[in-house]
Nanobody
């Protein structure tokens, strides 16, 4: 039984930083894509950053490049998203996703390619 548990969300001012964590249990498919998505009210879920755990290759949405960093712990059981220079438009519920495509082939930011999701953690950035 796969469980993904996000933590680390909160409220910050513009320019602030947050670090999100995603603890994965019952999951050991490191050749499959994992990542972070976000969804703001009234908007579709969008990909933010993804990683191929076996080799550490990463992909970022243009909107977060240079500000967000996705990483994993050595055991590959915890996924992180370090967010810096946060903007009000980053406000959203952030979700951890796992069980994406093998070797992250194809569009890594297509939500329906991921089989496992966490419950989400809210990030609010005020101006």
């Amino acid at each position: 039984h796969v469980q993904l548990m996000e933590s680390g969300g909160g409220s910050v001012q513009r320019g602030g930083s947050l670090r999100l964590s995603c603890a994965a249990s019952g999951y050991d498919y490191k050749a499959y894509c994992m990542g972070w998505f976000r969804q703001a009210p009234g908007r579709e879920r969008e990909g933010v950053a993804t990683i191929l755990p076996t080799v550490g290759s990463t992909w970022y949405a243009d909107s977060v490049k240079g500000r967000f960093t996705i990483s994993q712990d050595n055991a590959g059981n915890t996924l992180y998203l370090q967010m810096a220079s946060l903007k009000p438009e980053d406000t959203a519920m952030y979700y951890c996703a796992a069980g994406g495509t093998l070797f992250c082939e194809g569009d890594v930011f297509t939500a329906n390619k991921y089989n496992h999701w966490g419950q989400g953690t809210q990030v609010t950035v005020s101006s």
